[in-house]
């Protein structure tokens, strides 16, 4: 990976994480630099983010000091989902929603227009991409 796609990355996640962007723009952005995924794991806090060139970056990201939940609870995860769906909620916030509603983190699936959220006991809640 050259130099200039791993600043950008790290650029972009910063302001993601910084709530300056909606994922819409993350998309945008993630598909020009060559992303395909990107596993955002909040009990590791980081993200890492896989490229169609089989190379990898992880970027190191504090999360909201919040106690995760053994119960996986779908709805929560849901309305978080839907308030970023309407730039209700940025990502600080959408971090705290999901956190609390008992996800671990989460794979973007770029290219399969899907995420998939976890919870501690292998839940999964599979989100396609509004219109998909």
Not at 5 to 17: G, M, N, R
Not at 21 to 36: D, I
Not at 71 to 88: H, K, L
């Amino acid at each position: 990976m050259n130099a200039l796609t791993k600043e950008l990355l790290e650029k972009c996640a910063h302001e993601s994480h910084a709530g300056l962007l909606t994922f819409p723009q993350v998309l945008t952005r993630l598909v020009s630099f060559g992303v395909e995924s990107y596993f955002a794991d909040y009990r590791d806090q980081s993200t890492t983010y896989y490229l169609s060139s089989n190379e990898a970056i992880r970027i190191p990201m504090k999360m909201p000091y919040i106690e995760i939940p053994n119960e996986f609870n779908r709805d929560g995860v849901v309305v978080a989902i839907r308030g970023a769906q309407s730039d209700q909620v940025r990502y600080p916030q959408f971090l705290e929603l999901t956190m609390l509603a008992g996800c671990i983190g989460y794979v973007v699936w770029i290219t399969g227009k899907q995420v998939s959220y976890f919870g501690r006991q292998g839940e999964v809640h599979i989100e396609h991409f509004p219109g998909e």
